[in-house]
């Protein structure tokens, strides 16, 4: 189909198999090219309709993966910035902050732990770009340090044990 519209045609002619001719239209139609040779069913219309009204299936929305996922990348975006311009990425700069934090604790090697970081960042931003839903994060709150945790007394040795 990608033929026949780089030659600006705007319909075809269908022939060959039963099943051929039926995937045929659906591609066909679905470039926006009117078919000749091919009836379709019921269904094949309904799901034809239905089809073409998925948002994924537009450019803009395209785009608009490709732009959030290009901010993920980019380590030196300010993040409250894109936060407040883009709120349902909030999630993801969180996790981003969580791998630092991790990385930060567990990681000495400073070349090491950028190349993680990278790691982490790119994987994230390539579910945006696939559009792939993104993950809730939940902030709990710190553990208690060692300094803040009391330390058990020692037995005494004059009390009787029970």
Excluded at 101 to 122: G, H, Y
């Amino acid at each position: 189909m990608s033929i026949a519209q780089a030659r600006g045609w705007t319909d075809v002619t269908l022939t060959g198999s039963e099943r051929f001719r039926r995937d045929a239209w659906f591609a066909a139609r679905v470039a926006g090219l009117e078919v000749r040779g091919y009836q379709p069913t019921d269904f094949e219309q309904e799901r034809l309709a239905y089809r073409t009204t998925w948002e994924v299936e537009k450019a803009p929305f395209f785009a608009e993966r490709a732009r959030r996922a290009r901010l993920v990348r980019d380590g030196q975006t300010d993040v409250r910035d894109t936060v407040r311009a883009h709120p349902e990425l909030k999630s993801t700069f969180l996790s981003l902050r969580s791998a630092e934090e991790l990385a930060a604790q567990r990681i000495a090697n400073p070349k090491d732990r950028e190349r993680f970081l990278s790691l982490v960042r790119e994987a994230i931003a390539g579910s945006i770009h696939r559009g792939e839903p993104l993950p809730e994060v939940r902030i709990r709150e710190r553990p208690k340090t060692a300094e803040s945790i009391p330390t058990p007394l020692p037995p005494n040795r004059d009390e009787p044990t029970r």
